[in-house]
């Protein structure tokens, strides 16, 4: 956690938000977007790493 990361409090002291530097928010989303697109896929057939491999050489992006 960053040091740049405030907290600010109600008058009892209680923590009621969070303010962080915004390259520390951007990271968040980015974390919580590649969660959710998890999430989708949970249930989608799972390709194994040599068919991977194939289809890639197969369209160019990797050497044959």
Known sequence: MSAAIQFLTDSRGEKVAVVLPLQE??????????????????HEPRVSLEEVKQRLKADGLLPA
């Open 25 to 42: 928010y951007d990271a968040l989303m980015e974390d919580l977007q590649d969660l959710a697109v998890i999430a989708e896929r949970r």
